[in-house]
């Protein structure tokens, strides 16, 4: 077996991403318009370049051009063939007429968004990984958002966890960085932030058993790469409650904490908010860590965004024994109440499915909902404490618990979008349980650290629809009628987009786009795709009409669940595609 070490993966990718990028680039797109660092901010209604739209992570469009009225008069603008295989997960962003796709295995396209011919493609030179590492292999299959727009440039994270800068003009890198060391499991799954001048991104791999100790959020200089910060989500000496709550487990023998979904910047504040996965080994019998909470997994992190130092946090799920991670969006809301302006912090954030609301400055914990069925949480107080569920921890080696929401959610990587219109946050869900039974297994290189047995996923008893949307009424205090739910058999596989015409877009397991109205949950528009719906949809504007786009292409959401429709057979290919819809032409 060839032996790599960092120095020699970081010589071999110096030496040929270059080249393979200049190779890939096909075109070149001339004029293009720099992102300015205003408009990551406030960027233009008619474009879409964060993974959310916004850096407040809302998932919202204010674009109305497609409404409640017009948008059963879709019709297919163009469709593209993504360039790999693989779990498809992708957040298209659009700028000054520019659609930048990213694939697995890093590859990022440039793509005309007007008629979806190709600009220009990347295809870096990746570290070549054993076949044995099974987990780390995994990982370049199933990227998300790999990508942010800043100036002239594409910022891309990789799954051999390198940093590097394209120009968006062409496509060929500019600069890189190694910033975390492959060889021992780090990578990165999902792209950064990029603001201030500073890119903002988050490692995984923290479940592999070369990572111990150590997973972070992490800060680079957008010219030079090199690093200014770097926040450890599994050890905090500075913070005494922190080390506590992992017992007697010293830092090298703590595994998870992997901050899994991108991050939100306050700009009022200078805070980025970022979520944290499980701890692991899943079970705490098998960890060690007894009864301690071990933080900061499944918690909330405020970060000051220059230095990294911790502002607050909040735990939204202690002692998980059984991978109900809670690392997924952070959205930022403001709400008028009373004539004052609340900030909230607003997330399902774990796979259990309860939705949390939190005052963004002080992490104060407001109220929470549960929206699918799940059994993980007894109760959580007034006060915002969290009790698991005692009942179903795990006691000895060999014994099974169901445990609801399964680990494949309840909530997963899919994106819920929330709306200024109804002051709703829209969330796709899955009804799900699985049995669990805690292992002892031998950790090796490049796979997960997890020692867990996972029975098959099956719906809750009495349930028999697994997907769910459901409406949250957003303010300081609960409003739990506020809201609605629109149940289906097959199970949620995108995130959600919402815009200014009183829609929610997303997909599901069965093939099909919908378009739902804000305000009642009616389907007013479905289209069924070749795959099931997936990634992140979006939509921009140009010339006067608006594009709405839908990525397709098969995921674990699609198939974990799908024994509970199999009235609904999944393809058996990836068909990984994006579509491009928009409304007829006023002349034609």
């Not at 900030?343 to 929206?371: C, M």
């Not at 915002?384 to 569920?389: A, D, E, L």
Request: with cysteine.
């Amino acid at each position: 077996m060839i032996k790599f070490t960092l120095k020699s993966a970081l010589a071999l990718a110096l030496s040929t991403s270059a080249l393979i990028g200049v190779a890939n680039a096909q075109g070149v797109r001339e004029n293009y318009a720099p992102v300015t660092n205003d408009m990551v901010l406030d960027p233009p209604a008619s474009e879409w370049i964060s993974w959310r739209g916004t850096i407040d992570n809302q998932g919202f469009s204010s674009l109305d051009q497609i409404n409640r009225e017009t948008v059963d008069s879709l019709q297919l603008a163009w469709a593209w063939p993504m360039a790999d295989v693989g779990l498809q997960e992708t957040a298209p962003l659009m700028h000054d007429g520019v659609l930048f796709l990213q694939t697995n295995n890093n590859i990022v396209q440039a793509l005309d968004a007007r008629s979806g011919d190709l600009i220009w493609e990347y295809r870096p030179a990746l570290a070549q990984i054993p076949a044995e590492w099974g987990y780390q292999n995994y990982q370049s299959r199933r990227q998300k958002n790999s990508i942010a727009l800043y100036e002239d440039t594409v910022v891309l994270t990789t799954v051999d966890a390198r940093i590097i800068v394209l120009d968006a003009t062409n496509g060929k890198v500019l600069r890189e960085v190694q910033a975390f060391d492959y060889n021992v499991g780090y990578s990165y799954t999902v792209g950064p932030i990029v603001v201030n001048g500073t890119i903002i991104s988050a490692i995984s791999g923290c479940s592999i058993s070369g990572t111990a100790g150590g997973c972070y959020v992490v800060a680079h200089d957008f010219e030079t790469l090199e690093e200014q910060w770097r926040f450890n989500t599994l050890d905090d000496p500075s913070n005494p409650e922190q080390q506590a709550s992992w017992g007697d487990v010293p830092p090298e023998n703590r595994w998870g904490g992997t901050p899994w979904a991108t991050g939100s910047y306050d700009p009022r504040t200078n805070t980025t908010f970022w979520g944290v996965g499980m701890p692991a080994p899943y079970a705490a019998l098998v960890r060690g860590s007894e009864d301690g909470d071990t933080l900061y997994t499944n918690s909330t992190l405020a970060l000051d965004a220059d230095t990294g130092e911790l502002k607050w946090y909040y735990q939204h799920l202690p002692r998980d024994d059984w991978d109900l991670d809670s690392p997924f969006e952070r959205v930022l809301v403001d709400i008028e109440e009373n004539g004052e302006t609340r900030h909230l912090l607003v997330s399902v954030p774990g796979k259990n499915g309860i939705f949390f609301a939190l005052d963004r400055d002080t992490g104060e914990y407001l109220w929470s909902q549960e929206t699918v069925y799940q059994n993980s949480v007894s109760r959580i107080d007034e006060d915002g404490t969290v009790h698991t569920n005692e009942d179903l921890m795990l006691k000895a080696l060999g014994e099974e618990v169901l445990i609801c929401t399964s680990v494949s959610g309840g909530k997963l990587w899919q994106a819920g979008a929330y709306s200024p219109l109804t002051q709703r946050f829209y969330v796709p869900l899955t009804e799900a349980c699985n049995v669990v039974e805690a292992t002892q297994t031998e950790f090796t290189a490049g796979n997960a650290t997890g020692s867990m047995r996972f029975g098959p996923r099956v719906l809750p008893e009495g349930i028999t629809e697994a997907g769910l949307v459901e409406a949250i009424q957003v303010g300081t205090t609960r409003d739990e009628d506020g809201g609605w739910k629109v149940r289906q058999r097959p199970s949620m596989t995108s995130s959600l987009l919402t815009t200014g015409g009183g829609l929610v877009i997303g997909g599901d397991a069965g093939r099909y786009v919908k378009a739902w109205d804000q305000e009642t949950g009616e389907v007013l528009w479905e289209q069924r795709l070749n795959a099931p719906v997936g990634g992140s949809p979006m939509t921009y504007e140009l010339d006067g009409e608006q594009y709405l786009v839908v990525p397709t292409g098969f995921s674990a959401a699609a198939s974990s669940i799908s024994s509970a429709f199999p009235e609904i057979p999944l393809p058996s290919g990836t068909g990984n595609s994006v579509f491009v819809f928009k409304l007829p032409n006023s002349d034609s």
